[in-house]
């Protein structure tokens, strides 16, 4: 016998919760325990007495999954909200990473012309390295870093993506 | 009134305000300044079990048949290991049950102190939500909200970690009901739309079946009632499942006995057939299910519950309604009103032949009492005293759901999602405290019972007469069906060697022991169980190799049972094999 497994689909999900001891345990746990995947996750309060935060979660799984995906975290007692941005859509997402390159002469030239064309801003540098900050969509930022990669990348931090639906409403 | 109060003399004025009668414990260092509290206190009784897991299936006992909330309080590290399987159980069960446990003080947790586990951490999966608590200010709400988490819209376990520096430190205890804003709304009702729709599917169905579940009882016995009324206005034949068993009495002639896996031959046949089911309160269990692909293939399906995250999780539905099973019955019994049903006649005859196979059937022996017998005289000796039934987990299990009929709701306590052996007897041990006056019999194996057979000492200790009807036959009887049917009689480890003299154990503890050994015993044996005003031990030795039947292997779909005439070849592939 051999384990089967399922085609799947990318789908951005945004989690509202009260911003509560263990909160980020409870639904990183529930995905294990329910065996569904965390491809990017992020977190933070967003309100100004920091009682609420929102998620953003990337996951992938076959449609029926994704279904089960938003009713089980639904289902916890701190979430309010959970709007699926790809089924909602359109909707933009971004994400930062800071992405060190060191090296001199011709490849140091070239890093920074690179990082031009990407609108990367160096936010260090000493006479034989840059960090780069780059903002945008996670393909941008995959074709920056294969970049990079021949002119001396060393190490990249990424901070997984924030997610949001276009237009004047709340999704 | 307010005054300053400790944590722990909060916790137990604010059990009381929700009514709690009995709490279910076992004391140890982290909760001794709740003991301290509990000591001199009438309002709440403490029933002092064997070990914490006897602790939380009492709980469980308790809520399933009063429809109140089970209170389990036990101590840090192994005692809230040793509940976990409870709670699981009543996770999986949808049983709501308030777990309190006690924790190292609040400077210590993480240091791996004396008796310290993570259990919020270990319980965060197996709980609808929990809590750890750091300030006794936050008490009183904490416990307020449990309650209302762990007994609304999809009950469950929840649980409430309280480090021991917090039950001895003081706050402000105010009389009335504690102030905090309510983030728990579930789902109730169902748009009038899809009620209207769900109307006209029932309306149009030429072969519809009522395929009911856990969510009925849970509802309450208002939606028993409402389902009975539904049910005579349609006519629709009813099959339940394991954990829905009472909503529907068993003598009405449309019951077509429990489905799935040990279901009857009439039941699954008629799912199999059904142009429509209409699932109220039931999940579409892999036990129930059988083989997905195969699963009542020409049906339309309307799917009545609580919790959205059932619907379309194993199944697809045409129809979900999400709410209570009370309130939607209610709201289809309305738009139903006056008209009338289609002609079911065809439909019902077809029920009929299916019936006539009579799948639960079995063969007599004259060298042992067969155990299907033991269970049918049970019923027909004990069924005018309304018993409550409570069971351990295997074939016995199954038999009891097939033999013993139940016409009310919270008569039925058994361990369903998680299968839990030992179980039966804490659970009731629960029951027998919320309900003095009844008959409670656990229906035992002989492997089940001895899991936790120390909680013998407590039924002794509070002077409860439960009685525990062991249908004796020396193996794990389930493991060694599987066995049979799947590794050609291979039985690894299955045989129930060195059991115990049950008698003896029995009256090592102060209980009264009866053994019944062959036919002629069977009837005195249960009336002298059922005279005698003290808790009993029945070691009731039954036919060694009989199988429950009939039964849907693994993988197979609902036409392809076995009955209990059936040749069984002793082998199944990997993919059948590979299934629970």
């Known amino acids: 016998m051999k384990i089967q497994k399922a085609a799947s689909e990318r789908h951005v999900l945004t989690v509202t919760v009260d911003n509560e001891a263990g909160i980020l345990a409870r639904i990183a746990g529930m995905f294990t325990a329910r065996g569904y995947n965390i491809d990017s996750l992020t977190v933070a309060d967003i309100t100004e007495n920091h009682s609420v935060s929102r998620i953003t979660i990337v996951t992938h799984g076959p449609p029926n999954v994704i279904d089960q995906i938003r009713f089980q975290l639904e289902r916890l007692v701190p979430v309010h909200k959970v709007v699926d941005l790809t089924e909602v859509g359109p909707y933009v997402e971004r994400e930062l990473a800071l992405i060190k390159v060191a090296g001199t002469g011709e490849k140091r030239v070239e890093a920074l012309r690179v990082a031009e064309i990407f609108r990367a801003r160096p936010v260090d540098t000493t006479t034989e390295s840059f960090v780069f900050e780059l903002t945008g969509a996670p393909e941008k930022i995959d074709s920056f870093v294969a970049l990079m990669r021949e002119l001396g990348l060393v190490e990249v931090g990424r901070t997984g993506i924030v997610g949001m639906i276009r237009g004047a409403t709340e999704a | ?580």
Request: charge should be negative.
């Open chain 2, 1 to 580: 009134m307010t005054e300053e109060r400790s944590g722990a003399n909060i916790l137990v004025e604010s059990l009381v305000r929700q009514g709690v009668e009995f709490v279910f414990g076992y004391p140890g260092g982290a909760v001794l300044p709740i003991y301290d509290a509990l000591f001199d206190d009438e309002r709440i009784r403490h029933i002092l079990v064997r070990h914490e897991a006897g602790a939380a299936h009492a709980a469980e006992g308790y809520a399933r048949s009063t429809g109140k909330p089970g209170v389990v309080l036990v101590t840090s590290g192994p005692g809230a290991t040793n509940a976990m399987t409870g709670i699981a159980d009543a996770f999986l069960d949808s049983i709501p049950l308030v777990v309190i446990t006690g924790q190292v003080p609040t400077a210590l947790i993480g240091s791996d102190a004396f008796q310290e586990a993570d259990t919020i951490g270990m319980s965060r999966h197996c709980t609808k939500h929990n809590y750890l608590v750091r300030d006794p200010a936050e008490l009183a709400a904490t416990i307020d909200e449990a309650f209302q988490i762990a007994m609304s819209g999809r009950p469950g376990p929840v649980l409430i970690d309280i480090p021991k520096d917090v039950q001895i430190a003081s706050a402000l205890w105010h009389e009335g009901a504690p102030q905090r804003r309510n983030r728990y709304t579930p789902f109730v009702e169902a748009p009038a739309a899809e009620i209207t729709r769900a109307v006209e599917m029932i309306a149009a169905a030429t072969k519809p079946v009522f395929y009911t579940g856990g969510g009925v009882i849970n509802s309450g016995p208002r939606a028993s009632a409402l389902l009975r009324e539904l049910q005579a206005k349609i006519g629709a034949p009813v099959t339940s499942t394991l954990m829905g068993l009472g909503a529907f009495p068993a003598d009405s002639e449309d019951w077509l006995g429990m489905l799935g896996m040990h279901g009857t031959y009439e039941a699954n046949m008629a799912m199999n057939q059904a142009d429509l089911i209409v699932c109220i309160g039931a999940r579409f269990d892999d036990r129930v299910t059988g083989r997905l692909d195969a699963f009542a293939p020409h049906s339309q399906k309307i799917h009545i519950d609580i919790d959205r995250s059932s619907i379309n999780k194993t199944v697809h539905v045409d129809l979900p309604l999400v709410g209570d099973c009370a309130q939607i019955l209610d709201q289809l019994l309305t738009e139903w009103g006056g008209r009338n049903g289609r002609d079911l006649t065809e439909w019902k005859a077809k029920v009929e032949e299916w019936r006539l196979r009579k799948s639960l059937s079995f063969p007599r022996s004259e060298l042992a009492i067969v155990p299907q017998l033991a269970v049918q005289r049970l019923f027909e000796l004990t069924k005018d005293l309304d018993p409550i039934i409570s069971t351990e987990v295997g074939q016995h299990q199954m038999w009891a759901a097939q033999h013993f009929h139940f016409f009310s709701p919270n008569r039925w306590l058994t361990s369903g999602g998680l299968g839990t052996m030992g179980y039966g007897l804490p659970a009731a041990i629960g029951a027998q405290c919320g309900n003095p006056d009844q008959l409670v019999i656990d229906i035992a194996g002989d492997a089940s019972i001895q899991m936790n057979i120390q909680e013998l000492g407590t039924a002794t200790q509070y002077r409860l007469p439960v009685k525990v009807f062991i249908l004796n036959n020396e193996w794990m009887g389930m493991v060694r069906q599987w066995q049979e049917l799947t590794y050609e009689s291979r039985y690894s480890n299955s045989y129930s060697d060195s059991l115990p003299d049950f008698v003896k154990l029995a009256e090592a503890y102060g209980w009264k022991g009866i053994r019944i050994e062959n036919e002629s015993q069977l009837d005195d044996g249960i009336r002298a169980m059922i005279a005698h005003d003290g808790p009993v031990i029945v070691d009731c030795q039954v036919s060694k190799a009989a199988n429950c039947f009939p039964m849907i292997p693994s993988g197979a779909s609902h036409t392809e049972m076995i009955l209990h005439g059936d040749i069984v070849t002793g082998i199944m592939d990997d993919h059948a094999k590979a299934l629970v």
